[in-house]
């Protein structure tokens, strides 16, 4: 839950109730997520997502090393969870 | 089990421990606050790279771990009503009230959905405006920014079949509730590294000031913790006491001024009670009168009174750094993951449930 997932922002739109959104990308899935928080971040930026929402930004070789370190993590912990809920989740 | 000479970046580890080794004089007792980095001291033995004396002990930061009986019962009520979507981290469904989860529940018929984010949680209200809609809005302030916006989602949209059931609780009060237990052996701590990148720095000064214990904000990765560690020690030996930023790299001073906006538009700090540690003035998080119609516990008035925890789990002693998983008599007998007398040996943050991947394994290999 306080893990948070690195992911690059692929584009930006505007989202549900007009509200900034982006499609994130984390390794090999990727998916909707609320830009709100983060103003400052584009397209090609990273940032680290918590729950849907992006709430702080990454340099990439930062973000890249996170990721290995949760994909390491993700076999026997809790990334798992969130990832396959992520995956399995249908709504943008 | 993995050792970090096995992971990247070896030879920084080796660098921090010898670090260390050359600054420490006598022993010192930290907790790291966040469950994810127990789980990587655990997963990785950086506390067995430490210098002897130099000891971590593990802190109140699993968020399904606190959250109480009272409301874990009060969602189950929730979840079985007709009519009702109830819709949760999957993190919630197998941690034990007084005789359910949220698991059982869904067993026996009750709609409990897992979804990703409590905007999911929006969507469906908005998919399916014949059903009551409540997201279990349970974390620290990583997860508050999320169930802010959720709220104002919602309000934007009119919609008048969402409400969250609150659970929202705040890291700064706990630590303080910690120091002044008069056995409290805390001389420094490791503050979480993603809470602060919402809430800044700023709430972590008067502790300093009033307790003189370093606070350095830590990331959750292994070099993360070695350099946190090595951070807080050297303050200790200096004789300093001061709020430092290991976790650079994500965490700003100011924290997120944005999303820390949005949890003051939508929430007013309030009292709660944390599982295992007992109630703590202003350390939670509750909707305002502002946004009081997406509050389930108005929506769903409900007059039983809290049950008390299981008299035989040891929780609340280890998520006050008191008691290790492993010291407690129920550890890996009558509480496991498939049985669980409390929370931290389910949930991914919890201290029990690092123990019992990690360490018990590797006994068991030894053996």
Known sequence: ?92 | MKYLDEYRNGTSAQHYAETLRAVVTRPWTLMEVCGGQTHSIIRYGIDEMLPPGVTLVHGPGCPVCVTPVGILDRAFRIARRPGVVFTSFGDMLRVPGTSDDLLHVRAEGGDVRVVYSPLDAVAIAEREPEREVVFFAVGFETTAPANAMAVKLAASKRLTNFSLLVAQVRVPPALEAILSEPECRVQAFLAAGHVCTVMGTAEYEPLVDRYHVPVVVTGFEPLDLLQGVAMAVRQLEEGRSQVEIQYSRVVRPEGNAVARRAIEEVFEVTDRTWRGLGPIARSGLGLNERYAAFDAERRFPDATPDSLEDPDCQAGLVLQGRLRPQECPAFGSRCTPEHPLGAPMVSSEGACAAYWLYRRRRAAAVA
């Open chain 1, 1 to 92: 839950m306080c893990l948070g997932i690195p992911g690059e922002i692929l584009e930006a739109h505007a989202g549900p109730g007009g509200l900034r959104y982006g499609t994130v990308r984390f390794g090999g899935a990727s998916r909707e997520v609320c830009l709100e928080y983060v103003p400052e971040a584009g397209i090609g930026d990273y940032v680290i997502v918590h729950v849907g929402l992006a709430l702080s930004k990454i340099s990439p070789e930062d973000a890249e090393e996170t990721f290995r370190y949760l994909e390491e993590m993700q076999e026997l912990a809790d990334l798992g969870d969130e990832m396959q809920a992520l995956e399995r989740s249908e709504v943008p």
